[in-house]
T-cell receptor, first 110, second 112 residues
């Protein structure tokens, strides 16, 4: 049973525009949410996170929004750059158990 | 330089052979994890360990075995019982009470 879901396998965006990646979760016990970025044949790298007590967290071009009532979070990248092209995973944890979505492949077109 | 070292980066195996993937960390993290990545399936947990000499099965532990004899090391053995072993394997660590995992660079296993 997939507790973290990313329903869009891929997304293409023009350079300079906004990229919005979405994630849904089912477990109301999740209290921390993360986004990872992954290039082919490399390990994922941590990008940004948000605690369940917040609804927004911003770090430079990256902003994560959390809507607890809808069990939904999104990652906004503004402006998008070609180097942002990668697979993005959302994840959450309860204690030491981490759950990952299936990933969204972002392509930023120059 | 703190980090996680996975080896080998690429590995080829004949059917019926066991193979062991290495994961070493010098981050002094308590928890260590093994994930498997397949196209379109995200990251699936194989095994994890929170302390030395203790480990728990994840969602897809069948055909795999692990050991945690020291804090720095968490090797994964892919046995001949694993029906579809060709995949990208990722090791990760987490500090006690932390909410973020740090990943190694991964090992690509191909069964010929």
């Amino acid at each position: 049973d997939q507790q973290v879901k990313q329903n869009s396998p891929s997304l293409s965006v023009q350079e300079g525009r906004i990229s919005i990646l979405n994630c849904d979760y089912t477990n109301s016990m999740f209290d921390y949410f993360l986004w990872y970025k992954k290039y082919p044949a490399e390990g994922p790298t941590f990008l940004i996170s948000i605690s369940s007590i917040k609804d927004k967290n911003e770090d430079g071009r990256f902003t994560v929004f959390l809507n607890k009532s809808a069990k939904h979070l999104s990652l906004h990248i503004v402006p998008s750059q070609p180097g942002d092209s990668a697979v993005y995973f959302c994840a959450s944890n309860t204690g030491n158990q981490f759950y990952f979505g299936t990933g969204t492949s972002l392509t930023v077109i120059p | 330089d703190g980090g996680i070292t996975q080896s080998p980066k690429y590995l080829f195996r004949k059917e019926g052979q066991n193979v062991t993937l290495s994961c070493e960390q010098n981050l002094n993290h308590d928890a260590m994890y093994w994930y498997r990545q397949d196209p379109g399936q995200g990251l699936r947990l194989i095994y994890y360990s929170q302390i030395v000499n203790d480990f728990q099965k994840g969602d897809i532990a069948e055909g795999y075995s692990v050991s945690r004899e020291k804090k720095e090391s968490f090797p994964l053995t892919v046995t001949s019982a694993q029906k579809n072993p060709t995949a990208f394997y990722l090791c990760a660590t987490g500090a006690y009470g932390a909410n973020v995992l740090t990943f190694g660079a991964g090992s690509r296993l191909t069964v010929l």
